[in-house]
């Protein structure tokens, strides 16, 4: 089955520690994107990658980092430095020039 | 500042009504507009696409497209309990660079029997 996963799925993080959240894609898919949701906000663009080896910054970069190491894989790090992370993170990729982005199932971080 | 807004709710309509979702955008360049549907605790899920001025037919989903007075809204014939859930509307603005979106924060629509 094609598809985008995502995990874990629920994941909880103590002050002061570096997570990290995988998102991987079997769509063949070119661009990838992660974003961040809050309860009752739409959807804030964190990191975006066109193809491998190259990402750029959305609209809330600070204390997120990505790699695109892999056309399939696209991980964010949620570092200590992001002031409050505790949110709904999803992962979604496009092919080409296609806006129809697709989503991964999501990863809900709570910080303790 | 590129804006995409939409009436938060809840939107209640009675089961077998005609749901109309609007969205109006700030960005008059934006080329290509999309309606997802998210249910509770869900990622968000791609209902329609709508590139044109004019309407856009899939089953009991309409996307309607007025680029003139920039907006776009979505019908929904025939709703159903299962209908119940947050509706996205998502624009990528002409400026925005090459498969960027910008998401409203969604309106809640409330079916009941």
């Known amino acids: 089955d094609g598809g985008i996963t995502q995990s874990p799925k629920y994941l909880f993080r103590k002050e002061g520690q570096n997570v990290t959240l995988s998102c991987e894609q079997n769509?063949?898919?070119?661009?990838m994107y992660w974003y961040r949701q809050d309860p009752g906000q739409g959807l804030r663009l964190i990191y975006y990658s066109q193809i491998v080896n190259d990402f750029q910054k959305g609209d809330i970069a600070e204390g997120y980092s990505v790699s695109r190491e892999k056309k399939e894989s696209f991980p964010l790090t949620v570092t200590s430095a992001q002031k409050n992370p505790t949110a709904f993170y999803l992962c979604?990729?496009?092919?080409?020039?296609?806006?129809?982005?697709?989503f991964g199932p999501g990863t809900r971080l709570t910080v303790l | 500042q590129k804006e995409v807004e939409q009436n938060s709710g809840p939107l209640s309509v009675p089961e077998g009504a005609i749901a109309s979702l609007n969205c109006t955008y700030s960005d008059r360049g934006s080329q290509s507009f999309f309606w997802y549907r998210q249910y509770s605790g869900k990622s968000p899920e791609l209902i329609m696409s709508?590139?044109?001025?004019g309407d856009k037919e899939d089953g009991r989903f309409t996307a309607q497209l007025n680029k003139a007075s920039q907006y776009v809204s979505l019908l929904i014939r025939d709703s159903q309990p299962s209908d119940s859930a947050t509706y996205l509307c998502?624009?990528?603005?002409?400026?925005?660079?090459?498969?960027?979106?910008?998401f409203g924060a969604g309106t809640r629509l409330a079916v009941h029997p």
């Open positions: 998502a624009v990528n603005p002409f400026s925005g660079g090459y498969n960027k979106l910008i």
């Open positions: 769509l063949n898919h070119d661009a």
């Open positions: 979604a990729s496009t092919f080409g020039g296609n806006n129809e982005q697709f």
């Open positions: 709508i590139y044109s001025n």
